[in-house]
């Protein structure tokens, strides 16, 4: 009995450092978990607003180049193919950079469709821009898809031409 009255405060000591030492690589381990969950969140979040600045950018150039195409047979003359040619140009550069900036290769595809689609409506011109509308809505699709993986749109979406 004599041993455990010098032993036990010992062992209880051991006992009391291997849980603190325990605890504090649990709790490391946890703050590393939600440090990486964060940097994640972050990153995640200058993607989306990178992408979203591209996305803008060739929607914005697109509604040009079909404007242009849809009124290039009124407006004629060389001005205006001039113009029609700038803006095919920006078009390609717009579709460049969302080339760069996509995680996905749906959202690649459907943008490169897309410009491709209006390019040739461009070039050939174009009696009604419903033909239009498809590549459209697969480009808004595949990039909604890449902004927020795994969250479709909503069905009956006002912001989802079909």
């Given amino acids: 009995m ?10 209880l000591s051991l006992a009391g450092v291997v849980l603190g030492a325990g605890g504090s690589l649990f709790g490391q381990y946890l703050v590393s978990r939600v440090s990486a969950r964060q940097l994640e969140v972050q990153e995640s979040a200058a993607h989306r607003a990178e992408l979203k600045e591209a996305v803008l950018r060739f929607v914005r150039i697109a509604l040009q180049v079909e404007k242009a195409a849809l009124t290039r047979s009124d407006a004629g003359g060389a001005a205006a193919d001039s ?6 140009d920006d078009l390609w ?8 900036s996509a995680r996905s ?3 690649r595809g459907a943008a490169y469709r897309y410009a491709f689609r209006l390019a040739e409506a461009a070039r050939d011109g174009v009696a009604d821009a419903s033909a239009l509308r498809g590549p459209q809505a697969r480009f808004m699709d595949a990039a909604y898809g890449d902004m927020w993986p795994g969250r479709g749109r909503a069905e009956g979406d006002p912001g989802a031409p079909r």
């Fill in 2 to 11: 004599g041993s455990w009255g010098t032993l036990g405060p010992a062992l």
């Fill in 83 to 88: 113009e029609l040619g700038r803006l095919v």
């Fill in 93 to 100: 550069l717009a579709q460049a950079e969302i080339d760069l």
């Fill in 105 to 107: 290769e749906p959202l």
